[in-house]
């Protein structure tokens, strides 16, 4: 009876290992399907974080089932061996289960170390093609993408190069939120009236999901983009397009833009009033008083924060320095 109950656990541990194994394959999880360097390389991080603590989790679980059935209640194992002597400490025991933990955190320790400041998002990508700047702002349920060198910009669709580095310039003119491409990289947070940076780089043709990974209200579930690697040569054929056909993101385009919807379908635009993005940032921090105090807002309209006239031609052109508000000295 006893060797009946240990081949159904033997059974029933198989089935369930196969099982998962067969849903891993068939399902698709975009962190563990790298499509970009930083991407690979965090996998690495995760990988080897999970074996560590594998070491420790698999066999506390194959003990805990393991006891619980030597020293069930009607086993004879319970009645004529576990008669434990509570004053007997044993070492081994003891250096066991102090060491292996302690071990694996000072691993642990370093790794993370190491993997913080190599995966460092401000660090720019070292490769021979020049990177493409993108801005990035979060909006009330949607995504800006204003490519400045271009002149276009986009919502709810990043077009970027294979093999390209891409450098972020983000904030948000919305509550704050998070930039997440689950296949290219980590996520990072944005914040209204501050800028951050982030490098990305895709290494295969593709689409990609890209999504708000903060709650940010009702029309949260809405706020998701694609991001597509497309080859240079189709990249340049899409700015190309969008600068032929698009109609001009203004500050009241803008403006217009910025009211709060969700589940946006793509739109394109071009030109872009030069330092949209800087203009931003600047309005949260000192809304009304750029350029004068003038309103670049026509009458009857309104946005979360109202943006103001262009900013002073000094100004314009280059996002503020990471981690700076518009008008401040220090970090």
Not at 8 to 16: E, F, G, H, K, N
Not at 114 to 127: E, G, R, W, Y
Request: proline fraction near 10%.
């Amino acid at each position: 009876m006893k060797r009946i109950y240990v081949f159904l656990s033997l059974v029933l541990m198989l089935v369930a290992a196969v099982v998962t194994v067969l849903y891993l394959r068939a399902s698709s999880i975009p962190i563990l399907e790298p499509a970009g360097p930083i991407a690979l390389a965090e996998r690495r991080v995760i990988l080897i974080t999970l074996a560590l603590c594998s070491t420790v989790v698999i066999p506390v679980f194959f003990l805990l089932f393991f006891f619980a059935w030597k020293y069930r209640a009607d086993g004879p194992e319970a009645h004529l061996k576990h008669d434990p002597d509570w004053d007997d400490d044993s070492m081994a025991a003891e250096f066991a289960w102090w060491l292996v933990p302690s071990a694996i955190i000072v691993a642990l320790g370093i790794l993370m170390w190491q993997s913080t400041h190599a995966l460092d998002p401000f660090a720019p990508i070292v490769s021979a093609t020049p990177p493409i700047t993108v801005d990035v702002v979060a909006l009330d349920w949607k995504w800006l993408f204003i490519y400045p060198a271009q002149g276009v910009a986009s919502v709810n669709l990043l077009e970027i190069p294979e093999n390209t580095p891409i450098h972020f310039y983000l904030t948000a003119d919305a509550p704050m939120n998070s930039f997440w491409i689950p296949s290219l990289g980590g996520q990072i947070m944005v914040m209204p009236g501050m800028s951050t940076q982030l490098n990305l780089m895709a290494s295969r043709l593709g689409d990609f999901n890209g999504y708000s990974a903060n709650i940010s209200g009702k029309g949260f579930s809405g706020m998701a983009f694609t991001a597509r690697s497309v080859s240079p040569g189709d990249f340049a054929a899409w700015v190309a397009s969008v600068q032929a056909s698009s109609t001009p993101l203004t500050l009241v385009a803008y403006a217009a833009l910025a009211q709060p919807s969700s589940y946006v379908p793509i739109a394109q635009y071009a030109p872009v009033d030069s330092g949209l993005y800087t203009t931003v940032i600047d309005n949260i921090m000192l809304p009304h008083t750029m350029a004068g105090g003038v309103n670049a807002l026509p009458p009857g309209t309104s946005a979360p924060y109202p943006v103001s006239a262009p900013l002073p031609a000094a100004m314009t052109g280059t996002p503020p320095p990471v981690g700076m508000h518009i008008g401040t000295t220090t970090p």
